[in-house]
């Protein structure tokens, strides 16, 4: 089965601190992508980064970074200098191929507060 | 450059009820995934379209139906609505063409059941 999990449901850090949110995830595939999306309060999901899993390179956006363990199915995200607009509930996703077509396997998210 | 837009923004309906949402793809995409967000939840995959046929089911009774048109906007029909259809709905767009490209998405509808 492929699945994804996030074991914080909620996270506070403080403004201009680093913060990291945990990410695991499941498959059988060896080449697969996974997301980060930013969901805040608006509703729109925002993506924030994105990994192709046959990098060993970890991706890096601005102040946003992951930490992607293949072995160990892990793909945690570390925002650097966290500003009030962090403020949202964060997503992980993993990309699945079947058929030709494409869907998104999502975590039930993490609550992050920046607070000021 | 258009986004992915979807209507309506917020709907209520009641139990039996049957509903359309509907999604314009972002300018320049040919496919549309929609996924269902309930409260507190990650976003559960319901279907994709592209060349307007359904091309993958999650896992979603028959009540859940689409259609995608000839300018590759969607439908979402959901019949016989129940207390536990209420969700924020969302759609997403993307190119068939570049796989694993990231799915852009719409700012939802947030359908209500009473």
């Known amino acids: 089965a492929q699945t994804v999990t996030q074991s914080q449901p909620e996270m506070s850090v403080q403004e201009a601190e680093t913060v990291t949110l945990s990410c695991t995830y499941d498959?059988?595939?060896?080449?697969?992508?996974l997301f980060w999306y930013k969901q805040p309060p608006s509703r729109q999901m925002i993506l924030v980064i994105r990994?192709?899993?046959?990098?060993?390179q970890n991706a890096t956006e601005n102040r946003f970074s992951v930490n992607f363990q293949k072995a160990a199915k892990s793909f945690s995200l570390k925002i650097s200098d966290s500003q009030l607009g962090d403020t949202a509930m964060y997503f992980c996703?993993?990309?699945?191929?079947?058929?030709?077509?494409?869907?998104?396997?999502f975590g039930k998210g993490t609550k992050l507060t920046v607070n000021p | 450059d258009a986004g992915v837009t979807q209507s309506p923004t917020h709907l209520i309906k009641t139990r039996g009820q049957q509903v359309t949402l509907r999604c314009s793809p972002k300018?320049?995409?040919?496919?549309v995934s929609w996924y269902q967000q309930a409260l507190g939840q990650g976003p559960q995959f319901i279907f994709q379209?592209?060349?307007?046929?359904?091309?993958q089911r999650g896992n979603f009774p028959d009540r859940f139906s689409g259609h995608q048109f000839p300018n590759y906007s969607s439908e979402l029909n959901v019949n016989a609505l129940l207390l536990g259809d209420s969700a924020l709905y969302l759609c997403?767009?993307?190119?068939?063409?570049?796989?694993?490209?990231?799915?852009?998405f719409g700012d939802g509808t947030r359908l209500s059941i009473l």
């Open positions: 997403a767009s993307s190119l068939r063409t570049i796989s694993n490209q990231p799915q852009h």
């Open positions: 498959t059988s595939e060896s080449n697969y992508y």
């Open positions: 990994q192709e899993a046959y990098k060993q």
């Open positions: 996703a993993f990309m699945l191929t079947q058929g030709g077509s494409e869907k998104l396997v």
């Open positions: 300018s320049g995409h040919d496919t």
């Open positions: 379209y592209y060349e307007e046929e359904e091309r």
